[in-house]
């Protein structure tokens, strides 16, 4: 594997994410459920739309590789809450995995959000049964406060989300 690479979006990324939150084997585990082309295109727009807004409200970051980085292989959110607080979500292809990508993705935001924008609190909501979501977040020093019940509503029902959060003290300590 090549260099992470984390950067914006472009106006030509449709089909690499639409590979990403068009797959059901992703989209389970996420607070959507899988879109269409059409809605994928949506999706893109107002990503590549709210970009240049300053202050930005979001960061939506595809996760690439050096070698390669025209192609997708995941991406990260922060979405800008509050005062000095984000909520944190990630995504890999199915494929990309269980390789340490995603722990080293989160690990760079993490060091965006409460380095360079100088955020005190970043929060990610995981699905109860997303056990490897979970794994990652606690291996990076998120504390769990608690279950969010009937938090997001995808794929026809309700479902709870199990609260996580990272204070700025306690990244550094984690990240030593």
Same mark, same amino acid.
């Given at each position: 594997m090549g260099s992470l690479v984390l950067r914006d979006f472009?106006?030509?990324? &449709?089909? !690499? *994410?639409?590979?990403?939150?068009?797959?059901?084997r992703v989209t389970y585990?996420?607070?959507?459920?899988?879109l269409s082309r059409d809605e994928t295109q949506s999706l893109l727009d107002g990503?590549?739309?709210r970009q240049p807004d300053t202050p930005r409200s979001e960061f939506y970051l595809a996760i690439t590789e050096s070698a390669s980085p025209e192609v997708i292989i995941g991406f990260v959110r922060l979405g800008l809450?509050?005062?000095? &607080?984000? !909520? *944190?979500?990630?995504v890999l292809r199915p494929e990309w995995q269980g390789r340490g990508i995603a722990r080293?993705?989160?690990?760079?935001t993490i060091d965006f959000g409460l380095g360079d924008l100088g955020l005190h609190r970043i929060t990610a909501n995981i699905g109860p049964m997303n056990t490897s979501s979970m794994r990652l977040v606690?291996?990076?020093g998120f504390q769990r406060e608690g279950t969010i019940r009937d938090h997001v509503h995808t794929n026809g029902a309700w479902r709870d989300s199990v609260s996580f959060s990272l204070l700025e003290g306690e990244w550094s300590l984690a990240s030593d």
């Amino acid at each position: 594997m090549g260099s992470l690479v984390l950067r914006d979006f472009e106006a030509g990324d &449709a089909d !690499d *994410l639409h590979a990403i939150v068009g797959d059901d084997r992703v989209t389970y585990w996420l607070s959507l459920e899988s879109l269409s082309r059409d809605e994928t295109q949506s999706l893109l727009d107002g990503i590549l739309e709210r970009q240049p807004d300053t202050p930005r409200s979001e960061f939506y970051l595809a996760i690439t590789e050096s070698a390669s980085p025209e192609v997708i292989i995941g991406f990260v959110r922060l979405g800008l809450m509050g005062v000095k &607080a984000a !909520d *944190l979500g990630y995504v890999l292809r199915p494929e990309w995995q269980g390789r340490g990508i995603a722990r080293a993705a989160v690990s760079r935001t993490i060091d965006f959000g409460l380095g360079d924008l100088g955020l005190h609190r970043i929060t990610a909501n995981i699905g109860p049964m997303n056990t490897s979501s979970m794994r990652l977040v606690e291996s990076l020093g998120f504390q769990r406060e608690g279950t969010i019940r009937d938090h997001v509503h995808t794929n026809g029902a309700w479902r709870d989300s199990v609260s996580f959060s990272l204070l700025e003290g306690e990244w550094s300590l984690a990240s030593d």
